[in-house]
């Protein structure tokens, strides 16, 4: 079912006072699970389809904001055209009460979380080829996101993985921009100076799967060897570390182009464990497996 896009001509009226317990129309709202400069995310049950969602709820100073308000269409449009197993649905999008709501499937837990635990190797490559073909799914539809971070993909049942929060998204048309919006730490250095591109979010994609398979995330400006750059390679085959090695180059130039480029490079590595315990025969398994529960 297509997000509803009925919150461009509705007025927001005088919001609500949002508590636990709190109903949104047909959402009663169960816990908070983060907040972040902008928004609010809430944990929710739908009472009439009798399912746990995800509420995104901007600060309502924020869509007061005539031009907040056109990031939040924004924001919309762009998980609205983004269909893929990969990225998190956009199930619903609109003025409830006052409050401009968006609602998302809900997952378990973001992989920020998961990574303060010890993870599987094989585990995660299954992450890392979901998560490429995530970002390389955003790029063939144009669109960069620009805060890729590990706060910003959510596990699901599974072992299934998706991207989201597109606040800062854009459809690439000419390549001009200027802000320098994003997270430190994952930032590419160019995007940090007010010029992102699809190698920027190359950038951000390896900084993540770095720290994923070494529990470090190097600071730039990089130093020689890279921190936990032994556990990186332990139980990876050497193609797989070059490519990360590649996605996080500072130089743009000598990265991926985009991650288009980066999921044909590792469709390629056939083995990308050093034991060969698992193919890429395990990528065409998991599309299958998440094509499956999004058909359910």
Not at 36 to 54: K, L, P
């Amino acid at each position: 079912m297509e997000p509803s896009l009925r919150i461009f001509d509705e007025e927001s009226g005088n919001p609500k006072s949002l508590r636990i317990g709190s109903r949104l129309d047909k959402y009663r709202i169960v816990s908070r699970l983060g907040e972040g400069g902008f928004a609010t995310v809430y944990a929710a049950h739908d009472t009439i389809e009798d399912r746990r969602v995800a509420l995104k709820i901007p600060d309502a100073r924020y869509v007061a904001n005539t031009q907040s308000v056109d990031d939040l269409k924004r924001e919309v449009r762009i998980m609205a055209k983004l269909r893929h197993p990969g990225v998190l649905e956009l199930k619903d999008a609109r003025f409830v009460e006052g409050h401009f709501v968006m609602v998302f499937p809900l997952g378990e837990q973001t992989l920020a979380d998961r990574l303060s635990r010890r993870l599987a190797r094989a585990t995660a490559i299954d992450y890392a080829l979901q998560m490429i073909d995530a970002v390389a799914h955003a790029h063939q539809q144009r669109v960069l996101h620009r805060d890729i971070k590990p706060d910003n993909f959510i596990l699901f049942p599974n072992q299934t993985i998706r991207l989201t929060d597109f606040g800062l998204a854009r459809v690439q048309r000419n390549g001009k921009h200027v802000s320098a919006s994003g997270t430190l730490g994952y930032m590419a250095p160019e995007q940090a100076m007010g010029h992102p591109g699809f190698r920027s979010d190359v950038f951000s994609l390896g900084l993540v799967l770095y720290r994923m398979l070494s529990g470090e995330l190097p600071d730039y400006p990089f130093e020689a060897p890279l921190p936990g750059y032994q556990k990186l390679r332990r139980g990876l085959s050497s193609d797989f570390v070059s490519l990360i090695r590649k996605a996080v180059d500072p130089e743009p130039k000598r990265r991926f182009r985009d991650a288009i480029a980066m999921q044909n490079a590792v469709s390629r590595i056939r083995y990308p464990l050093s034991d060969r315990s698992i193919s890429q025969l395990g990528r065409t398994q998991t599309t299958s497996r998440i094509s499956q529960r999004r058909a359910g």
